[in-house]
Nanobody, 135 residues
Framework: QLQLVESGGGLVQPGGSLRLSCVAS????????IGWFRQAPGKEREGVSC?????????????KYADSVKGRFTISRDNAKNAVYLQMDSLKPEDTAVYYC???????????????????????WGQGTQVTVSS
């Protein structure tokens, strides 16, 4: 059973940066497409970014970003640490939310593109980490 644990959230001033981590246990993240989602109080869950699985992937796999974070957020994978990261730069107050990582898979045989913003394919979810952007 895949388990995901997020960390790295906190309080940061507008314009600042945070790096969120999603560390997996129980199975290799190579076989999963990974998504980052967020939910602010009173708002619907929003797909932020995603990364394809690492099966026969070239160039580190494909990524997708919500328009609201393009050019500011970067998703990446560290195979040795079985982790996926979300580097968040130029943070804005509207980025304040609980951030969740989620996994779609496993798919050990085929390359699988990630899906965004639809959360339906993601079967495994972490507990979330709070990000607050405020002066």
């Amino acid at each position: 059973q895949l388990q995901l644990v997020e960390s790295g959230g906190g309080l940061v001033q507008p314009g600042g940066s945070l790096r969120l981590s999603c560390v997996a246990s129980g199975f290799s993240l190579d076989y999963y497409a990974i998504g980052w989602f967020r939910q602010a109080p009173g708002k619907e869950r929003e797909g932020v970014s995603c990364l394809s699985n690492n099966v026969a992937a070239s160039g580190g796999g494909s990524t997708k970003y919500a328009d609201s974070v393009k050019g500011r957020f970067t998703i990446s994978r560290d195979n040795a640490k079985n982790a996926v990261y979300l580097q968040m730069d130029s943070l804005k107050p509207e980025d304040t939310a609980v951030y969740y990582c989620a996994a779609d898979g496993p798919n050990t045989q085929h390359y699988r593109l990630c899906v965004l913003p639809n959360a339906t394919p993601y079967d495994y979810w972490g507990q979330g980490t709070q990000v607050t952007v405020s002066s």
